[in-house]
């Protein structure tokens, strides 16, 4: 098992450009997340996905679209990148909601995103 | 929704000592509460976690207790070692999100 694979681990973008942030688990796992992590607060959830084809809401949505065609995908888009979205960006997944399973919330070993 | 408040926010002890962090929860509907240790540049990983239908639970050196009636939660690290020092932090589950504290920064001083 590869867990959760993440890419870019690097990227600089200008303001204005889109971008996608790849994110793939290979453990059958249901639900998958993105989280951005700035100094002083921690964790925050933007989008999340229960399952294929179900998508929702976090925390911080704005300025972030997702997708899930697949149980194993689930990209991150930037539409339209501002310099408030520089930030390390991690991807989790976990086998279902209701049972975190034995090795709990797995993350992505994160992009870390310049907006200029 | 859900208000996960994390203290405090550094923590230094010599090593060999024990180390406490505390967290708190809003909405008395959260059922899992995960601990993450973060190293310097690399992803969170759990270290522990509890149900909201236990009171306590060990695992070497860390335990977490919890206590759903003051709805806190806290992290107990016993005998501290140098590779103890990272940011650790907290989470609830509530519905289908979680939401995790600010992170607390521990140092152990050899």
């Known amino acids: 098992n590869a867990g959760v694979t993440q890419t870019p681990k690097f990227q600089v973008l200008k303001t204005g450009q889109s971008m996608t942030l790849q994110c793939a688990q290979d453990?059958?796992?249901?639900?998958m997340s993105w989280y951005r992590q700035d100094p002083g607060m921690g964790l925050r959830l933007i989008h999340y996905?229960?399952?294929?084809?179900?998508?929702d809401q976090g925390e911080v949505p704005n300025g972030y679209n997702v997708s899930r065609s697949t149980t194993e995908d689930f990209p991150l888009r930037l539409l339209s990148a501002a310099p408030s979205q520089t930030s390390v960006y991690f991807c989790?997944?976990?086998?279902?909601?209701?049972?975190?399973?034995?090795?709990?919330?797995?993350f992505g070993s994160g992009t870390r995103l310049t907006v200029v | 929704g859900e208000n996960v408040e994390q203290h405090p926010s550094t923590l230094s002890v010599q090593e060999g000592d024990s180390a406490v962090i505390k967290c708190t929860y809003s909405?008395?509907?959260?059922?899992?509460f995960p601990w993450y240790k973060q190293e310097l540049g690399k992803r969170p990983q759990l270290i522990i976690d509890?149900?909201?239908?236990?009171g306590e639970k060990k695992d070497q050196r860390i335990a977490v207790t919890l206590n759903k009636t003051a709805k806190h939660f806290s992290l107990h690290i016993t005998e501290t070692q140098p590779e103890d020092s990272a940011v650790y932090f907290c989470?609830?589950?509530?519905?289908?999100?979680?939401?995790f504290g600010t992170g607390t920064s521990l140092t152990v001083i050899p």
């Open positions: 453990m059958n796992h249901e639900y």
């Open positions: 996905s229960v399952g294929a084809g179900i998508t």
């Open positions: 509890i149900r909201s239908n236990v």
């Open positions: 909405d008395s509907a959260s059922n899992y």
């Open positions: 989790a997944s976990q086998k279902t909601r209701q049972n975190p399973g034995v090795e709990g919330y797995t």
């Open positions: 989470a609830a589950l509530t519905g289908n999100q979680f939401y």
